[in-house]
């Protein structure tokens, strides 16, 4: 995710601890803080490829739209 970026990254320091500042007193404040472009670019990548993985395997991860009420069964594995 950050190969290639390492040593390019700007280094305004002030602007990071100042954006450190402002979500460390948000509320809420933020479980993840990417500080700089190249940064906010691979967290969002990273997010669109897992949630294209997670869209492709959505018919396996939820009942069909028919059987979406409490009898639901789906197959269980034989090693659980």
Same mark, same amino acid.
């Given at each position: 995710?950050?190969? +290639?970026?390492?040593?390019?990254?700007?280094?305004?320091?002030?602007? %990071?601890? %100042? +954006?450190?500042?402002?979500?460390? @007193?948000?509320? *809420?404040? *933020?479980?993840?803080? *990417? &500080? +700089?472009?190249?940064? #906010?670019?691979? #967290? &969002?990548?990273?997010?669109? !490829? #897992?949630?294209?993985?997670?869209?492709?395997? $959505?018919?396996? @991860?939820? *009942?069909? @739209?028919? !059987? /979406? $009420? /409490?009898?639901?069964?789906?197959?269980?594995? $034989? &090693?659980?």
């Amino acid at each position: 995710m950050t190969k +290639g970026i390492d040593g390019t990254q700007s280094d305004d320091r002030v602007a %990071a601890a %100042a +954006g450190i500042l402002t979500a460390s @007193s948000a509320d *809420p404040t *933020p479980l993840r803080l *990417p &500080l +700089g472009d190249h940064a #906010v670019d691979a #967290v &969002l990548d990273h997010l669109r !490829t #897992v949630e294209a993985e997670i869209r492709q395997w $959505e018919p396996v @991860s939820t *009942p069909p @739209s028919a !059987t /979406k $009420e /409490k009898d639901w069964n789906p197959p269980r594995n $034989e &090693l659980c």
